[in-house]
């Protein structure tokens, strides 16, 4: 368990509206990420964050905007949800040693 | 670009039967590369990893041999449990850029009793 929450975890919200997910550690993990989890996708990169107010896009970042206002929290924003927003989404970390990445629960996200 | 293939699923096994999920990657220099599961309803969970050629990963009685003569990093089991149904995929990584993963599309393995 590497100390990951996410919040809302289920969300439905209409066209148009704005979004944000959270993203909490609490183990002062440096690099943070956001994924979309699509069925015939896997997961694909949106955002990450290397540190406090460091950021950069990732492979589908159009339409998403990300903060990172001080270490445990990482935001992802959906400034005017689509429908092709609806999704799963994962944050993630990195811990120092090692190289691997430990997952979130996922927000489900329904944009109608 | 970085890409990951998995073999496509879903797939279906007997309890006990022997498992293998093919893995084949394009990368530029050394990745490191991984397993993650995920059961129905949760995140992805680290199943095992190997950062350099001729590496094996193991855990929980899977296995995975990073060969870079062919590009692969084939997961397998000797027996399945009926536990072990979820979705499976495959990652590879690169120290650049954020050290962010690139994933296959994910094999859905069911196993019944």
């Known amino acids: 368990d590497a100390g990951i929450t996410q919040s809302p975890r289920h969300k439905v919200t209409e066209t148009g509206t704005p979004v944000t997910l959270r993203c909490h550690q609490t183990?002062?993990?440096?690099?943070m990420y956001w994924y979309r989890q699509d069925p015939g996708h896997g997961l694909r990169l949106i955002h990450y964050?290397?540190?406090?107010?460091?950021?950069d896009k990732g492979e589908v970042s159009d339409g998403y905007s990300v903060s990172r206002s001080k270490t445990e929290d990482f935001l992802l924003t959906l400034e005017s949800a689509t429908s092709s927003q609806t999704s799963v989404y994962f944050c993630?970390?990195?811990?120092?040693?090692?190289?691997?990445?430990?997952f979130g629960p996922g927000t489900r996200l329904t944009v109608t | 670009g970085n890409s990951v293939t998995q073999m496509e699923g879903p797939v279906t096994l007997s309890e006990e039967a022997f498992l293998t999920i093919n893995c084949t990657y394009t990368a530029t220099g050394y990745p490191s590369l991984f397993w993650y599961v995920q059961y129905p309803g949760e995140g992805l969970q680290l199943l095992l990893k190997a950062t350099k050629a001729d590496d094996k990963g193991s855990n929980k009685g899977f296995e995975a041999t990073y060969r870079k003569e062919t590009t692969s990093f084939h997961l397998e089991k000797g027996s399945v449990q009926v536990s072990d149904s979820a979705v499976y995929f495959c990652a590879l990584l690169q120290e650049t850029s954020g050290s962010r993963l690139t994933f296959g599309e994910g094999t859905q393995l069911t196993v019944n009793p």
């Open positions: 964050s290397y540190g406090v107010k460091d950021t």
């Open positions: 183990e002062n993990h440096r690099y």
């Open positions: 993630a970390i990195r811990q120092v040693q090692g190289l691997a990445q430990y």
